[in-house]
C-alpha cells in the first residue's frame, strides 16, 4: 500500500492559540492479547513512554485522568483513580477515572483540557487501559447485557445485534451496504497489516469478509473489532507554554450525551441510520477549531469503527458527505490511501484492537504520529490537521477532538 498524501491547503490551519491545550508526548502500547502484563503494567508502560516522549518525568505531572470504560467486567483494577496513581507513584495527586463506554479515552482528554483551561494544573497526563482477554467473549460484555441489563427494555441485547439493525436500517433507507462494509474491512485491515501496534496484522479479501461467520444480520466476524488489552497516554499542556517545542494543539474538543444506554433504541429521536451524539458533538468541535468543511480542512481521520457499518455511518454524521453518500465515499477510495480524508490509517477498532478504555487516547496518539511525521509508511504526507471521533454505547454518547500540527 503506497503512502498517502494529503492535498490540503496549510492556511486552512489556525495560527492563534489562545487558551488551547497542546499535547506534546503520547505513546502506545501494542494493542492484542497481552496475557504477560496486567492492568497496571500496561498503564504505567504507556504513562512513562509518553512523559519521556514529552521530555519530562513523572514529578512533573501535576494531575492525571484514567479512562476506563468496565473495570470490574475484565480485571480487578481500573474502578479509581487509583488504579493509575499507585503504579506511577502519584501519591498526593489528583488522578481521576474517566468512564463513557467506547468514547472514555477521549472524554477524559477533555476533561484533562478543561482543568488547564480553568488553571487547576499546569501538566496533565491521560493514560486510557483496558484489560479485555483475560476474561472470555463469554463473561464479558455479552454477561453485563445478559446478566446484568436492564431486565425488559435490554434484556440480552448485544453490540452486534445493535448495530445489525443499524446496518439493516440502512439498506433499507440508502440501499445495500454490504460492498462498502467489505470495502472499510479491507482498508482498515490493510492499514493494520502495516501498524506494528496492532491487534490483527494482516489483509483480508472480500471472499474472507463476505463468507466469514455471521454474527446479526448483515453483519459478520470480519465486520466486527475485536476484544483486545492495551494502554496509551498522552501529556498535555496549555498551548502558550508549548511554543518553541513540538506539539499538537486540540482546537476543538466535545462530548454529547444524547440517549440512554438501555432505552436508546426506543428514542423517537433514534432512526437507527445516524448518531445524534456525533452530529452533535462535531457541531461543536468543529465550530472551535474553525472547521466549516471537514472533508477539504481536514487531512487524516481515526473514527470510531466498532463494525464496519459504523463507519460509514459516522462519514455521514461527521459531514464529510451526505445522509445516504457514506457507500459511495468509501467505495470512491477517498477515504483510502492517497484518498481526500485517509480514515483510520491506525487499521481502526477493526484491525488495531478496541481495548475500550484505551481506544479515544489511541486515536489522538495515531494523529499525533501523523502531525509529528512519525507514522512510517502509513504517514499521511503533509497533515497538517487531524480528527479523532468515538462513539459510546449504542450511540447514546459520542466525543470528537480535533487536532492542529502548532510545531514551532
Not at 315 to 330: A, K, W
Amino acid at each position: 500500500m503506497a503512502p498517502t498524501a494529503s492535498t490540503h491547503r496549510p492556511d486552512t490551519v489556525r495560527d492563534e492559540r489562545g487558551d488551547d491545550v497542546a499535547i506534546i508526548g503520547a505513546a502506545c502500547t501494542m494493542f492484542g492479547e497481552l496475557f504477560d502484563h496486567s492492568f497496571g503494567d500496561l498503564a504505567r508502560s504507556t504513562a512513562l513512554a509518553a512523559i519521556a516522549d514529552a521530555g519530562l518525568t513523572i514529578a512533573d505531572i501535576d494531575a492525571a485522568w484514567l479512562g476506563t470504560a468496565f473495570a470490574y467486567t475484565y480485571s480487578d483494577e481500573g474502578n479509581a483513580g487509583t488504579s493509575l496513581a499507585e503504579p506511577l507513584g502519584m501519591a498526593g495527586k489528583p488522578v481521576t477515572r474517566v468512564a463513557a463506554y467506547c468514547a472514555s479515552g477521549l472524554d477524559a482528554i477533555r476533561n484533562a483540557v478543561a482543568a488547564l483551561k480553568a488553571g487547576t494544573c499546569d501538566i496533565a497526563l491521560v493514560v486510557g487501559a483496558e484489560k479485555m482477554r483475560d476474561v472470555g467473549p463469554r463473561g464479558s460484555l455479552v454477561a453485563q447485557h445478559v446478566d446484568r441489563g436492564h431486565p425488559l427494555l435490554a434484556k440480552g441485547r448485544t453490540a452486534p445485534g445493535m448495530f445489525g439493525l443499524v446496518a439493516e436500517r440502512y439498506r433499507a433507507d440508502h440501499g445495500d451496504p454490504r460492498e462498502a462494509m467489505t470495502a472499510v474491512a479491507i482498508k482498515n485491515h490493510a492499514y493494520g497489516a502495516m501498524n506494528p501496534r496492532a491487534h490483527f496484522r494482516r489483509a483480508v479479501t472480500t471472499t474472507q469478509v463476505e463468507s466469514a461467520p455471521a454474527l446479526s444480520g448483515m453483519i459478520g466476524l470480519l465486520d466486527a473489532c475485536p476484544t483486545t488489552d492495551g494502554a496509551s497516554a498522552v501529556v498535555l499542556i496549555r498551548a502558550a507554554d508549548a511554543r518553541g517545542r513540538r506539539s499538537a494543539t486540540i482546537t476543538g474538543i466535545a462530548t454529547s450525551n444524547d440517549l440512554g444506554y438501555f432505552t436508546a433504541q426506543f428514542s423517537q429521536r433514534f432512526d437507527f441510520v445516524s448518531f445524534e451524539a456525533t452530529r452533535n458533538a462535531a457541531t461543536s468541535a468543529f465550530k472551535q477549531a474553525g472547521v466549516t468543511v471537514p472533508i477539504e480542512q481536514i487531512d487524516v481521520a481515526e473514527v470510531h469503527d466498532c463494525f464496519t457499518i459504523t463507519e460509514i455511518v459516522n462519514y455521514e454524521d461527521l459531514g464529510l458527505c451526505q445522509p445516504g453518500e457514506g457507500r459511495e465515499l468509501v467505495l470512491s477510495g477517498a477515504t483510502g490511501p492517497a484518498g481526500r480524508l485517509p480514515v483510520n490509517t491506525s487499521g481502526g477498532l477493526k484491525s488495531c484492537g478496541h481495548p475500550i478504555g484505551a481506544t479515544g487516547v489511541r486515536m489522538v496518539v495515531d494523529i499525533c504520529d501523523h502531525l509529528w511525521r512519525r507514522a512510517g509508511e502509513r504517514q499521511v504526507d503533509g497533515a497538517r490537521r487531524g480528527l479523532a471521533h468515538a462513539l459510546g454505547g449504542p450511540g447514546s454518547l459520542a466525543c470528537v477532538a480535533v487536532l492542529e500540527d502548532t510545531s514551532s
